[in-house]
């Protein structure tokens, strides 16, 4: 069996019998060319998506702002509108800051707030008593705070829309254009 007959033929469809070690090779380099041709696929998605985002975030707001429009229809029926966009991201080394910012200024209900304890086995009652005798026993509870992506990017539109003002940078905050293109 040549390796282009195996490529051709259904993944499914493909067998080994009497445990013949040249089709399993075949079959071993067969997946080998699945795996580069997925491989190069993504590659290829990853490319697409940035220049669909530089087309719709850049250029095409950028090109509509300098004849001084935020929307046109097309002869073929379909109109582009340009909007805008927020997007928002907390970094690791900024999360202290900002999570006390949201705290003294009143957006404290943003977080959310997480304590686990790891209990060994047999200790089903300790941990019924969690709340009562955690710090009696000892045990070690791992906190976790966070604030969900798309909470934090609702709460820097409404700020931007409000007009209030934020220290965007403690945030990643970024607000742009974006051309949405219907049919």
Known sequence: ???????????????????????????AKLAKLHEKDI?????????????????????LPQALAELGMKSFKMADGSSIEVKPFYSASIKEEKRA????????????????????VRFGRNEDQQCSLLLQVL?????VAEQSEKVEPMTLKAWVKERVEKGSEFPSDLFGAFIGQRAVIKS
């Open 1 to 27: 069996m040549s390796l282009t007959t195996l490529f051709e033929q259904d993944a499914d469809a493909l067998t080994v019998k009497n445990h013949d070690l040249s089709a399993i090779s075949e079959l």
């Open 39 to 59: 491989e190069d696929m993504e590659e290829m998605l990853k490319e697409r998506k940035d220049q669909y985002r530089k087309l719709t975030e850049e250029v």
């Open 97 to 116: 800051e900002a999570f006390a910012w949201l705290r003294d200024n009143g957006f404290g209900d943003l977080i959310k707030n997480n304590v686990s």
């Open 135 to 139: 710090a009696e026993r000892g045990y």
